[in-house]
């Protein structure tokens, strides 16, 4: 299967929404685009970072990503191919006997490009790159510049029907719309219903972007909702308030109202995990059985509290407080009712 990207929509077409977004589906994909097989991302090397190092039968490719034209990237590969034959990592995978690839990949190339590139000693491939649509599926289109040898392969984006779920309210901002290019279909309606409904709840609710890593959710002060963008997952993340687990445990029992962290599947929510700042240690058991033993923690604890390295299952504790299945609308009408109680 691919990885999944995100991408934005630009004046001429589709682009990936950001470097970084455009570098996780090459490295997700470096075997379907390049034969290659991965071995770092944004390795250092003397105070550089290498955007991906890898192989194939132990010859090192580097390769450097943009999202945009660069006059420099010339001297970029230039600079870690040289820190990289100083201090040679990974020597158990790469023989440094060999030629080193050094591949740009790019939109587009600046004249002085080539000019720099006519006048290194070094081989250096410039890849162009372009977000194809077809029939509704995207593309990424890759060719050789000097062989002109293209290369397609899919990306598993999926449009936004905004118009279905965003009929009463402001159209989501460019960033919203960003995150969500990467993620299922039916999460991608879940989380703008859940927009929705928060929006049109009260007229003191307001959606605030925080430097472009989170929308906040609040009103008078208080929170109701965050989406975080999880940059290892290449998603938005929901962060809820409501009752946590622990003070659901026993009837009768004052609820206390914290951060909480929704695991979403197929729309629906399956956990829920009480985290109160960042994105938390917890993991689901599939997650941390995929794990390399040596990367799992020694003792995983698993409890109601913030101290547990997995979340509970949503419908243990909240069966009561919202719809089964749970969703994401249904948990927003308990959030918002319990937001109404504390301002």
């Known amino acids: 299967m691919l990885a999944g990207a995100a991408l934005r929509k630009t004046c001429t077409g589709h682009e990936f929404s950001s470097e970084y977004a455009l570098e996780e589906f090459v490295w997700n994909n470096l075997e379907q685009l390049f034969q290659l097989k991965p071995v770092a991302r944004q390795h250092p090397a003397k105070g550089e970072f290498c955007d991906i190092l890898a192989v194939n039968n132990k010859q090192l490719s580097i390769l450097e990503l943009k999202n945009t034209e660069d006059r420099y990237v010339v001297q970029q590969l230039t600079r870690y191919y040289d820190n990289l034959l100083d201090t040679k990592p990974f020597a158990q995978l790469i023989d440094y006997n060999l030629p080193v690839k050094l591949i740009a990949l790019a939109p587009t190339f600046h004249r002085h490009n080539y000019i720099d590139c006519k006048h290194c000693k070094l081989d250096i491939d410039f890849v162009q790159i372009t977000v194809v649509e077809k029939s509704q599926d995207f593309y990424l289109h890759l060719i050789d510049v000097d062989t002109n040898v293209s290369t397609e392969i899919q990306i598993p984006y999926q449009k936004l029907d905004i118009n279905s779920t965003c009929s009463n309210i402001e159209a989501p901002s460019q960033l919203l719309l960003d995150w969500l290019g990467a993620v299922p279909g039916d999460e991608q309606i879940a989380i703008l219903k859940m927009r929705e409904k928060i929006l049109s709840f009260d007229a003191r609710v307001t959606e605030e972007i925080e430097a472009k890593k989170t929308i906040r959710y609040q009103g008078k002060g208080k929170s109701i909702v ?35 962290r929704l695991w979403v599947m197929d729309g629906n929510v399956t956990h829920a995990g009480h985290i109160s700042e960042g994105f938390g240690r917890m993991k689901l058991e599939s997650e941390w059985n995929a794990m390399p033993r040596e990367k799992r923690p020694l003792r995983l604890f698993h409890s109601c509290s913030h101290k547990s390295f997995s979340p509970v299952r949503i419908n243990s504790f909240y069966s009561k407080l919202a719809y089964n299945p749970a969703s994401l609308e249904s948990l927003a009408d308990v959030a918002l009712q319990n937001w109404l109680a504390r301002i």
């Open 226 to 260: 965050e989406l975080c963008f999880y940059r290892q997952l290449n998603k938005p993340i929901v962060f809820m308030w409501l009752p946590t687990p622990s003070s659901l445990l026993f009837e009768g029992r004052k609820q206390v109202i914290s951060r909480m």
